[in-house]
C-alpha cells in the first residue's frame, strides 16, 4: 500500500516546515504500517493555476498527480493563514478537481476508493475550520475521509511560537496522528477487499 502526503508549507526547501514536522509523525506511523510513503512540497514545485490535469509550458503538476492516483493514502498538510488554509493548499485542491472527471472503465472518479486525511500546523486558532475545508474538498473530489483523519498543533488566540519552537500539546498531536494514521490504514484496507460500488446511471 501507498500514501502521499502534500506538503502545502508556504516555506521553500530547506527552510524548516513546522507543517512537515507533524506530517513526519504520521508518516512514521504509517511506514510501521508497511505502507510505502512519499512527501511532496508543493511550494518547490511549478504548479501552474487551473483545473486541468496538466496546464502546459513547464507544468509539474503531472507529477504530483501521478503520485496521487497511485497512492491509496493521500495527507494533505496544510498551515493555517489567516484564519484558512494556505495558498499552496488551495492550489494543489483546485488541481486535483480534474479527478472528478478523470473515471475507470465503470464510471468511478479517480478518488474513489482511496482514502484522505488532513495535517494542519499554525501559531493561532482555525484549525477545525481548516481541517474543514481540505476535508470536504478531497469529499467532493471522490476520496473517503474516516473518522480521526486529522490532527492538527495550534498554540492558541494570538501570536506566538511555531511547532517547531514550542514542545507544548505535542504529545496530543503525535497521538492524534498515530491514530490518525491507523484510521487511514485501516479503512484504505477494508475498501483495497471491497471495491467502491459505481455509479448510478
Known sequence: MRALIV???????PEPSNTEALAAVVAAELTSLGVEV????????DL?????????GGDQWPEVHAKVVAAEI???????WVGRPS?????????????IS??????????????????????????????????GA???????????????WHLGPGPGPDYLDDDKGH?????TGRTMARNLHHVATALASRPWPAPAR
Request: charged residues 25%; hydrophobic residues 35%; negative net charge.
Open 7 to 13: 506538503n502545502c508549507t508556504l516555506k521553500p526547501s
Open 38 to 45: 512519499d512527501t511532496v512540497r508543493a511550494v518547490d514545485l
Open 48 to 56: 501552474k493555476p487551473g483545473v486541468k490535469t496538466d496546464m502546459g
Open 74 to 80: 493521500l495527507v494533505v498538510a496544510s498551515p493555517t
Open 87 to 99: 495558498s499552496i493548499a488551495q492550489r494543489v485542491l483546485e488541481r486535483m478537481d480534474a479527478m
Open 102 to 135: 478523470e473515471t475507470d472503465d465503470e464510471g468511478r472518479p479517480a478518488g474513489y476508493g482511496r482514502v484522505a486525511g488532513v495535517v494542519v500546523t499554525g501559531n493561532e486558532d482555525g484549525a477545525h475550520h481548516v481541517i474543514s475545508e481540505i476535508g
Open 138 to 152: 478531497l469529499v467532493d473530489i471522490g476520496y473517503t475521509v474516516p473518522a480521526q483523519a486529522w490532527t492538527y
Open 171 to 175: 504529545e496530543w498531536s503525535r497521538t
